[in-house]
């Protein structure tokens, strides 16, 4: 390749990675905010937050940015110039397209509107949730519904209004692809519920004891090391809601919430932010500054989480290595605990009114009853004043529980008053698209539980790896699907899993 | 005052306190990456840092912010345009403008530079440390020089090239002020240190016990409370060098280093660092943006933290509180020492190779050392391959003592590889200046004793507050110390402190 061919791109690179610095330092904002930071401090990080947001959105969108993207893609057409360039370079160049594309459709008074209007209702809704009044939060959320429908506007959609938020969030995936999908596993997950509903309750009160915090922070860490999380390039603390940030390819930050009277909070808090952990210390870090060196999207991220939180960490085999070294952390309590009752205990199924804390049958249906919702609002068949009642004809529905308040209810959830529409669905099709991996990986791997029954994990680890972390954004979610299982995105395999999994486990047939 | 003539200013302030924000968002990395990040960050942390600094000065010297400045102040003459602003606004334009001036001075060109070579001079001289070999850090340590004395001719001066230099971190203050204040202290510190190297040595045995980490810090956490350190707008953590970093008037972060071995370490650490930080506190908090919302200078800073350090936590009126609770805290260490000889032991005076380490009479001595060594290194009457000669030749003479070898003589401080020059001298005008204000608080609280001895400390931090934090950088250093004191900067009353607590200490008559 003639050298002088690769200077455009290697300009463009540089422009890029200046953006991602940037971005590198909104998330330290972002990570300190919730772990660190003094609480007094927290007037002026909305300040430091909004200059570094609107620088960035300032580089995505520069002139000098622009020219040096369309030398080399055609903006309009997505026609790559430079027939030489590497595949590689081809995706990053289409990526950096895709992105600007939807920052430049964003007129930068509306991003500002949006980020001013975001904080006073984020505000807002705090403040609603704890003295549990809706209507205080409902011109807030109202603002948030017609902003978002706004932002679909600008963008722009064919077929429905919510296409372009949910895209934002998982390029290509549209509502007419979900809709049905969810209906169907909405279905089957209600179906389920029923049927366990009616079978002996597992027995699971040696659970509820307490368990120290500083010994719970220590399994995590060993928990992380297992996993091989590597400790030179990441970090664990505790925040109120656990997360994992990943600053850049030789940064991410974990965090988990200690509860001391729920010690299984804590295991998989920590297995599900390290299944983050290891995709984010798996991209392609050569690539940084690049799109390449990024998630495919939302539900591909959490296609990793839910992996190793509930395809791993729920699973007997794992835990023939585990609970010896938990009781040991913990011999009191759980000295005198079988494994095959520890391991039922944890799987135990029982609707509740909290999305955050359901089990594996009744999670699904939590964000499906989000996504009704929020599809209704955004397309204005619902309006907000009539959500609590929604929500609460819903729960009653599939979860057959009704919440005694709005706190518990519809304001549970940050996303909406942060204006985050279309973010929802994300968390059920990375378990589905989980579901779909695992059954390859099982295929390629016939020995797993007897493998992970040793306590071994860097197989697993180098699997999602090699199949998932390494492309980064090189295909989008649904390339990466049909790449790695030969399939369509279906909800089949998760479906599957789930009946067979909690049928053996509730007995029934 | 008329509205329209508000204006301007408020323009001014605006894009200033822009300026403001990123800079602290600056101090949050640093503080950062002394604290949490993983190691493996370094590489993107120093991006990072490279771009906010970058940042920062175009910032500073952007046609925006000189064109707003421009039309309140003449910015050759100093000369305020608008009669009718107040005495702090008319100050505050005098600062913004002394900023500016030294700013515009730099090209950018220069400052990139100085900031690649001391990034790269940072990693050489930590190397070069560790494997104690002088000669690999040499030619760094010449580019150092070199660009020091650039950076010197490109600011100005009308007498001595190591004044801008000098005036970079204490503004106003002049080589000249300083030789023949420095002469005379040497002189008093080396006698002083002769008599007490005379007298029988204090016992302090009981000191060298192993204290446990947590319960270190823990202490550090009650002495922080006592001093009425707000921990809703700062916090403590631990790093391998205690530092204060003041991010902004509502986030103040310290740090404490504690040796399981060295008790008193941490506690004067925290003492020190809390009094910067009650420093950064009480800066007047609505001139965020402002230069007045910082500190005078680094001696002035220097002042406050060793006011509190050597003036409040090393006498023995201190202790009658606190004393009893260290004992509490420590039972098996400390529960048979009477008072007075643990008074006496933390006072020890001990001529020692390592600054950070040395006790209240040697300590300028290893300043003094500093100073003449950087002075004679900018006014070229030193060359760098004789430097290690030089520093161990004024080691034996000042100190009595030579150090066996570089890594604890001429490499021991960061300063110098990260082109501080100008910066020592600051640690002793520190102390010169809080001898001066303690004689005046002594005066305005004949009863600081008791009150000490009480467990009080509110007092002190007002006192200090009234008369040197609310002002941040409404006086120069000289100006500060005139007004609170009557009297001008002298080394009289440190030197009369020093001789008079250290010869009763030595029963030396």
Avoid at 157 to 173: G, I, N, Q, R, V
Avoid at 221 to 247: N, Q, T, Y
Avoid at 270 to 283: K, S
Avoid at 492 to 504: F, G, H
Wanted: charged share 25%.
């Amino acid at each position: 390749m003639a050298s002088r061919k690769k200077d455009p791109y290697a300009q463009l690179w540089e422009i890029s990675k200046t953006t991602a610095v940037f971005e590198s330092i909104h998330g330290l904002l972002g990570w300190d905010q919730e772990t660190y930071m003094p609480e007094g401090a927290a007037g002026i990080r909305s300040q430091e937050l909004e200059q570094i947001s609107s620088l960035i959105h300032k580089q995505r969108t520069s002139p000098k940015f622009v020219k040096a993207l369309g030398k080399l893609i055609d903006l309009k057409t997505g026609e790559i110039f430079d027939a030489e360039l590497s595949e590689v370079q081809r995706a990053a160049l289409h990526e950096w397209r895709r992105d600007y594309l939807k920052a430049a459709k964003l007129p930068v008074s509306f991003v500002k509107t949006l980020a001013k209007e975001s904080s006073s209702s984020l505000h807002a809704w705090i403040k609603a949730r704890e003295k549990n009044a809706f209507d205080e939060f409902a011109p807030h959320l109202q603002k948030m519904v017609t902003l978002s429908r706004k932002k679909a506007d600008l963008l722009g959609f064919a077929e429905h209004p919510y296409d372009p938020l949910l895209d934002w969030h998982e390029p290509d995936m549209t509502t007419a692809a979900i809709t049905p999908l969810f209906n169907r596993l909405k279905i089957a997950l209600t179906s389920l519920l029923k049927e366990i509903s009616f079978a002996p309750q597992i027995p699971s009160a040696f659970l509820e004891a307490h368990f120290p915090p500083s010994k719970q922070l220590h399994f995590g860490h060993l928990l992380l090391k297992a996993m091989h999380v590597d400790e030179k390039i990441s970090r664990l603390d505790e925040s109120a809601h656990p997360f994992c940030s990943g600053l850049h390819p030789t940064d991410t930050r974990l965090t988990t919430r200690i509860h001391p009277d729920n010690l299984m909070s804590n295991i998989f808090s920590v297995m599900h932010e390290g299944g983050h952990a290891l995709y984010n210390i798996g991209l392609p870090t050569e690539q940084f500054g690049t799109p390449l060196c990024q998630s495919s999207s939302l539900g591909m991220d959490e296609s990793q989480s839910r992996f190793w939180e509930t395809r791993i960490a729920r699973t007997l085999s794992f835990w023939k290595h585990f609970f010896p070294m938990l009781q040991h952390t913990f011999p009191e309590q759980l000295s005198g605990v079988y494994l095959d009752d520890f391991y039922r205990a944890i799987n135990v199924v029982k609707p509740s009114l909290i999305r955050v804390e359901a089990d594996e049958v009744t999670y699904s249906l939590h964000v499906i009853i989000r996504f009704e919702i929020e599809k209704a609002l955004i397309e204005g068949t619902l309006a907000v004043k009539d959500l609590p009642e929604a929500w609460n004809e819903k729960m009653r529905t599939y979860l057959g529980i009704t919440p005694s308040s709005d706190k518990d209810g519809c304001l549970q959830d940050i996303h909406w008053a942060y204006g985050l529409f279309g973010y929802f669905p994300t968390y059920t099709l990375g378990n589905i698209y989980a579901a779909q991996f695992f059954n390859v990986f099982e295929k390629e791997h016939p020995d797993w539980k007897e493998r992970t029954a040793r306590g071994e994990l860097e197989f697993v680890r180098a699997w999602l790896r090699m199949h998932i972390h390494q492309y980064g954004r090189r295909f989008t979610p649904q390339e990466l699907v049909q790449r790695v299982t030969g399939e369509r995105l279906n909800e089949q395999p998760y479906v599957s899993y789930l009946e067979n999994k909690y049928k053996a486990l509730y007995h029934i047939s």
